[in-house]
T-cell receptor, first 113, second 114 residues
Framework: QKEVEQNSGPLSVPEGAIASLNCTYS??????FFWYRQYSGKSPELIMS????GDKEDGRFTAQLNKASQYVSLLIRDSQPSDSATYLC?????????????FGSGTRLQVQP | EPEVTQTPSHQVTQMGQEVILRCVPI?????FYWYRQILGQKVEFLVS????????KSEIFDDQFSVERPDGSNFTLKIRSTKLEDSAMYFC????????????FGDGTRLSIL
């Protein structure tokens, strides 16, 4: 059973701070990694995708991947109240043509004004 | 920016009835997916579809579920005889080559079974 684990939170940070969200996955064959943001009652919205070890930056967001440790993280710099949402880590193993994303249960982020 | 569109936004159906959820994927995407999210739980994969056939399905996607691409733009999920436990948000997603392109989700259909 492939698992994606996240701390459910809530993670509370003050406005302007860095929020650090973490995710571990069980399938060492996983190849593609995604962070989605989900506001309450809404659909997952893609924030970042990362496919190789290291860091990938996009605006205030940085995704970090360490395949040896089976760990992927998301840093949000200069956090804003509008960043308050649940952040979903999703993994695709890409093995034998698999397309399915396996999602974690999400980390709820609260940015305090 | 292109987006995945889903209709209806909310569907209320009596238990045992058939329901069809509709999706229009992003126009140049070739891979299509359905996921569901029961209230308070994880997003769960149901099925993926490529080249007019199912490429992968989960244990949830049993004989009461089916998918179809009836024309060049729509992608549908049919639940033949709904059960109370089918109540959930159903999300359609689409992507280009999944080896290097992410899946983009529609706004979802909230399905309520009475």
């Amino acid at each position: 059973q492939k698992e994606v684990e996240q701390n459910s939170g809530p993670l509370s940070v003050p406005e302007g701070a860095i929020a650090s969200l973490n995710c571990t996955y069980s399938d060492r064959g996983s190849q593609s990694f995604f962070w989605y943001r989900q506001y309450s009652g809404k659909s997952p919205e893609l924030i970042m995708s990362i496919y190789s070890n290291g860091d990938k930056e996009d605006g205030r967001f940085t995704a970090q991947l360490n395949k040896a440790s089976q760990y992927v993280s998301l840093l949000i710099r200069d956090s804003q109240p509008s960043d308050s949402a649940t952040y979903l880590c999703a993994v695709n193993d890409g093995d034998m043509g698999r397309r399915a994303l396996t999602f974690g249960s999400g980390t709820r982020l609260q940015v305090q004004p | 920016e292109p987006e995945v569109t889903q209709t209806p936004s909310h569907q209320v159906t009596q238990m045992g009835q058939e329901v069809i959820l509709r999706c229009v994927p992003i126009s140049n995407h070739l891979y299509f997916y359905w996921y569901r999210q029961i209230l308070g739980q994880k997003v769960e994969f149901l099925v993926s579809f490529y080249n007019n056939e199912i490429s992968e399905k989960s244990e949830i996607f049993d004989d009461q579920f089916s998918v179809e691409r009836p024309d060049g733009s729509n992608f549908t999920l049919k639940i033949r005889s709904t059960k109370l436990e089918d109540s959930a948000m159903y999300f359609c997603a689409s992507s280009g080559d999944p080896s290097n392109q992410p899946q983009h989700f529609g706004d979802g259909t909230r399905l309520s079974i009475l």
